[in-house]
Every structure is written in C-alpha cells, then in structure tokens.
C-alpha cells in the first residue's frame, strides 16, 4: 500500500537546522511530486514547498524562501525537508504528502503521519 | 497569496444532522479546491478535490459544491467518527489552507 513513513520527533536550540526525511513505498517515487506542510501547535496547516523527486526542482513559499530545502534520494525513495536558523515559532509538526493525480498536483491525497519538532532554548 | 475564510469557525451538531461548512477564496478559483478532514493527533485525509468529486473509499455522505470563490462542504448524516476539524485549501496556486472548522457533538 502506499505509504509515507516520516523520521522521528527532534529538538532543537533556536538557530541550529533539522532535517526530516520522508520514506516513500507502494508507489513510482519519480512520477509523484511531494509536498511539505507544517502545522503549529492548535494552529491550522502552512504549506512550505513542493519537490518534484524526478528532476528535484523545487518551489517554497515566500515565507521559507532562504530558510528551507527540500531535496530528494532517488535510491532509497526518501525526500528531505531542512530548515535552518530555527526559532520557537518553527515549532510544529511537519507532514510530507504526496501530490495526487487529480489534475493538480496541488492536491495532497496521501501524507506521512507528520515528525515534531520542538525548538527551545 | 489567495486567503481562503472557513465559516463556522466551529459548529456542534448531533449525530444523523446535516451539517455545511463553507469556504471563500480571496480570489477566484475556478473549481481548484480540495478538503480535509483531520482528527486529533493525526495527519489530514483528503476528502473532496475539483470542489466536488469524491476522493476514493470516501463515505457517500460527504459532498462539495461551488466553483469561483465560494465553496461548501456537506455532510448529509453525520456519524460519530465525522467529528474532526475540516479544511479547506485551494489549488489554483501555490497551496493555502482555510483556518478550519472544528465540528463538535452537541
């Protein structure tokens, strides 16, 4: 079945970096572009950006430009999220998703169960 | 960016209502708009996509309608597992998401 398995829960000091990863199975990890979205604690969702792990081109919303990357491994079906110089206000869960094949691949029909990551001092 | 506005913000039904949640895009859409369900704790699970279309193995009772920049989202009968907070998200440009609609048991 397909499936999204996520790395696990981090912590860590405001201006240091985290890197999720996100294992993709039960699919063709080339012809499905991947998503990250976040969400704050009792907030609602953020989309970040969006990898296409054939090419690796990427697109990140203004709000992470320069903060974030997002690459991918072909060989281990595994894609990437890293944010840098933390702050407190990064602190949420992070979900990969998987673009779906409804005629845009803004739509997310399939998602990790999301990594927490805390950031305090 | 294209703001989307959920309303209710929260609404409490009982079990077997009819419940609407409705969403306005900043901006018109066409029929570019998608929505999700999440429970505490867990991922979001799409629902609807093309604002009405069913997304496979969704229940029945679930339903979208709209296209431009207004949109609802219906659920015919509610049942114990629908209570969840609903979102919706356009799709016509980089991804934005409503503020959701937590719906509660009365």
């Known amino acids: 079945q397909v499936q999204l398995v996520q790395s696990g829960a981090e912590v860590k000091k405001p201006g240091a970096s985290v890197k999720v990863s996100c294992k993709a199975s039960?699919?063709?990890?080339?012809?499905?572009?991947m998503h990250w979205v976040r969400q704050a604690p009792g907030q609602g969702l953020e989309w970040m950006g969006i990898i296409n792990p054939s090419g690796g081109s990427t697109s990140y919303a203004q709000k992470f430009q320069g903060r974030v990357t997002m690459t991918r491994d072909t060989s281990t079906s595994t894609v990437y999220m890293e944010l840098s110089s933390l702050r407190s206000e990064d602190t949420a869960v992070y979900y990969c998703?998987?673009?779906?094949?409804?005629?845009?691949?803004?739509?997310?029909?399939?998602w990790g169960k999301g990594t927490t990551v805390t950031v305090s001092s | 960016d294209i703001q989307m506005t959920q309303s209710p913000s929260s609404v409490s039904a009982s079990v077997g209502d009819r419940v609407t949640i409705t969403c306005r895009a900043s901006q018109g859409i066409s029929s570019w708009l998608a929505w999700y369900q999440q429970k505490p704790g867990k991922a979001p699970k799409l629902l609807i996509y093309?604002?009405?279309s069913l997304q496979s193995g969704v229940p029945s009772r679930f339903s979208g309608s709209g296209s431009g920049t207004d949109f609802t989202l219906t659920i015919s009968s509610l049942q114990p597992e629908d209570f969840a907070t609903y979102y919706c998200q356009q799709a016509n440009s980089f991804p934005t998401f409503g503020q959701g609609t937590r719906l509660e048991i009365k």
């Open positions: 039960g699919y063709t990890f080339t012809s499905y572009y």
């Open positions: 998703a998987r673009a779906g094949s409804q005629g845009s691949y803004y739509y997310m029909d399939v």
């Open positions: 093309a604002a009405s």
